[in-house]
């Protein structure tokens, strides 16, 4: 089958196209025949050098994909042989780009009514992360408020969606007047041009001087200090990315009076069970809303395997509004 490579470690110009081995499925796995493959910043941070597989995952990246299960491993239960023939999306350690990947037949959720098979390898990811951080993490409930930091891509995207579908007062931050109104579009209820405003003082504006219950962030020590003065009493702060570095000083005075938290969660390397767990959930809360229309699938661009190269300089970038796929 064909399959993305890093031949080392560095830019786009390292993805190159080979020929490997079919993955072969054991008993409770699922052999998938991939549609398209949904674009992390892990596969960026792991092209660079910065974030390789657990342990006995795929060297190959890739950690979502739509497509569809064509056989099952010897041994498996009635129930996962049922699944040859079905359009789904599967939640991965790595392989997603390739033809054909192997999953743990937990981790894999029927393609959501009225989605598209190819905009659905943007979902499983994203869904799994905002459920797993917000709501099982964080314990996000109707009537909070939250910060979602930028707000246009791919996660961010989808944590507006679904918390304002909870009944959660959204603030969400961008960069530009564009993106602005994309994150309006879909149910912000406040927005913040970080280009142009000071996120905290703006959150102090708009909650009263209260602050936020949650803050979903992305970019780390750059934000930090901003982020735990942003934070109401009981406040949670959940950190799922490092874009704006990895070191810095928090005042432990102002987290010990106001009770904060901070949560530090990957998804990649949770075990199996735990992954099981958290795709359950995803399939119970947030299917129906995908299905209901009250949550939207933001696709930004489909780029060819041939291309791939081309869609993590797009990535990479920052000019997306919602997920960047692969088609096979």
């Given at each position: 089958?064909?399959?993305?490579?890093?031949?080392?470690?560095?830019?786009?110009?390292?993805?190159?196209?080979?020929?490997?081995?079919?993955?072969?499925?054991?008993?409770?796995?699922?052999?998938?025949?991939?549609?398209?493959?949904?674009?992390?910043?892990?596969?960026?941070?792991?092209?660079?050098?910065n974030y390789p597989p657990p342990a006995g995952a795929s060297l190959i990246p890739g950690l979502e994909v739509s497509g569809t299960v064509v056989s099952v491993g010897a041994g498996s239960s009635g129930a996962v042989g049922e699944m040859v023939g079905q359009q789904v999306v599967a939640l991965l350690a790595g392989g997603g780009y390739a033809e054909k990947v192997?999953?743990?037949?937990?981790?894999?959720?029927?393609?959501?009514?009225?989605?598209?098979?190819?905009?659905?390898?943007?979902?499983?990811?994203?869904?799994?992360?905002?459920?797993?951080?917000?709501?099982?993490?964080?314990?996000?409930?109707?009537g909070d408020t939250a910060l979602i930091h930028g707000g246009t891509g791919g996660i961010g995207s989808f944590a507006l969606q679904f918390l304002h579908a909870l009944g959660v007062t959204v603030i969400t931050t961008v960069g530009g007047a564009d993106k602005a109104e994309a994150a309006r579009a879909l149910g912000a209820d406040h927005v913040i041009d970080?280009?142009?405003?000071?996120?905290?003082?703006?959150?102090?504006?708009?909650?009263?001087?209260?602050?936020?219950?949650?803050?979903?962030?992305?970019?780390g020590a750059k934000y930090l200090e901003k982020n735990l003065t942003s934070l109401a009493v009981d406040g949670r702060l959940v950190i799922i990315g490092l874009q704006g570095g990895r070191r810095a000083e928090a005042d432990l005075g102002?987290?010990?009076?106001?009770?904060?938290?901070?949560?530090?969660a990957t998804l990649r390397s949770r075990d199996a069970g735990t992954k099981a767990r958290f795709v359950a959930g995803v399939g119970e809360e947030v299917w129906p809303l995908i299905e209901s229309g009250e949550v939207r699938v933001q696709t930004d661009a489909v780029f060819s395997v041939d291309d791939a190269a081309a869609a993590h300089r797009h990535?990479?970038?920052?000019?997306?509004l919602g997920k960047v796929l692969l088609r096979f």
């Open positions: 089958m064909r399959a993305v490579e890093y031949a080392e470690a560095g830019g786009p110009e390292v993805i190159r196209l080979a020929e490997v081995e079919d993955p072969v499925p054991a008993a409770g796995e699922l052999l998938i025949e991939v549609a398209a493959a949904g674009l992390n910043r892990a596969d960026l941070a792991q092209r660079e050098g192997v999953v743990d037949a937990r981790h894999v959720l029927p393609v959501p009514d009225g989605v598209d098979l190819v905009d659905a390898a943007g979902l499983i990811e994203v869904a799994a992360t905002v459920y797993s951080t917000l709501r099982e993490e964080a314990g996000v409930r109707p970080h280009r142009a405003e000071d996120f905290a003082a703006r959150i102090g504006e708009l909650t009263g001087g209260r602050g936020v219950d949650v803050i979903l962030d992305l970019i102002l987290m010990l009076g106001r009770r904060l938290r901070i949560i530090a990535l990479e970038s920052g000019g997306h």
